[in-house]
């Protein structure tokens, strides 16, 4: 549960981007309080994640490529393509501080390389799709004061998945 004080002080970090000053709790009268401000090589992120566990393998729905054909051929991919890590989260909250947790960039971009083959029956028109293939994370997002605020995944390229069909 938040505290008013705290509630008030996280509006600060959102809106303004600076807390004001800050003087530690258990400082006597004399002690000056500093400034506290955030910066664009200090960005303050209100934002802690914890539970970040691995929770499978998942294709994406971003078509990478495709071949078409009548049979009887082989259909080949053989292909370049850049595709994108990525992220979903149940509230707004601070890449950096999600890559940091999950152990990659998840706005990364990769350049991949693919290859795979169909064999369209004779008679038949064939088709051979290529999608990206991700690698997922959960995790949990907390306020760094304290309270939680929603779940969050985080999905890493780490190579392609096929689809053919033939009608």
């Known amino acids: 549960m938040l505290k008013a004080t705290q509630a008030t002080l996280l509006a600060g970090v959102i809106a303004a981007g600076t807390l004001g000053t800050a003087v530690p709790a258990n400082a006597g009268p004399h002690v000056a309080a500093k400034p506290v401000t955030a ?9 802690k994640y914890k539970h970040v ?3 499978g393998k998942k294709c994406g729905k971003k078509l990478a490529s495709e071949a078409r ?4 051929i082989t259909l080949t991919l053989t292909h370049s393509a850049s595709v994108s890590n990525t992220y979903s ?25 693919m290859s795979g083959a169909y064999v369209v029956p004779r008679g038949k028109y064939g088709k051979l799709k290529a999608y990206p293939l991700y690698s997922m994370k959960s995790f949990d997002t907390y306020l760094k ?22 009608k």
């Open 39 to 47: 910066t664009a090589s200090r960005p303050i992120h209100p934002y």
């Open 53 to 55: 566990k691995y929770i």
């Open 69 to 72: 054909g009548r049979g009887p």
């Open 89 to 113: 989260a149940t509230i707004g909250v601070d890449i950096e501080g999600i890559s940091a947790a999950v152990g990659f960039d998840v706005t990364k971009t990769h350049t991949k390389m």
């Open 145 to 166: 004061m304290g309270g939680y605020l929603g779940k969050g995944k985080a999905y890493k390229v780490i190579g392609f998945c096929y689809t053919h069909s033939a």
